[in-house]
């Protein structure tokens, strides 16, 4: 079992930033892919951003050019730099890991809480 531990959430006005954290109990590069999702209060969780194996990264649009994910192999840890946040970020932020099954089913964190208000 995989295990995904976030970090870096907290409350921060329009227009600043903060860096989300994931740690991965096992070597980052043994997932077919990682992302990071988010989950408003009465909607459903939605990609934010992600990355493959091999680098590819691919971004819900309405953060792209604000938002960066990254990794640290040697730290087994994914991030996500958030840049010029607006009110629209507000959510639970989930950690996500998957494949190849059966070693790595599709794995979640607990979430981190990103709150944007003035």
């Known amino acids: 079992q995989v295990q995904l531990v976030e970090s870096g959430g907290d409350w921060v006005q329009p227009g600043g930033s903060l860096r989300l954290s994931c740690a991965a109990s096992?070597?980052?590069?043994?997932?077919?892919?990682m992302g990071w999702y988010r989950q408003a209060p009465g909607k459903e969780r939605e990609l934010v951003a992600e990355i493959s194996r091999g680098g590819n990264t691919n971004y819900k649009a309405s953060v792209k050019g604000r938002f960066t994910i990254s990794r640290d192999s040697a730290k087994n840890t994914m991030y996500l730099q958030m840049n010029s946040l607006q009110s629209e970020d507000t959510a639970l932020y989930y950690c996500?890991?998957?494949?190849?099954?059966?070693?790595?089913?599709?794995?979640w964190g607990q979430g981190t809480q990103v709150t944007v208000s003035s």
């Open positions: 096992a070597s980052i590069f043994s997932f077919n892919a």
């Open positions: 996500n890991a998957r494949g190849p099954p059966p070693a790595y089913p599709n794995s």
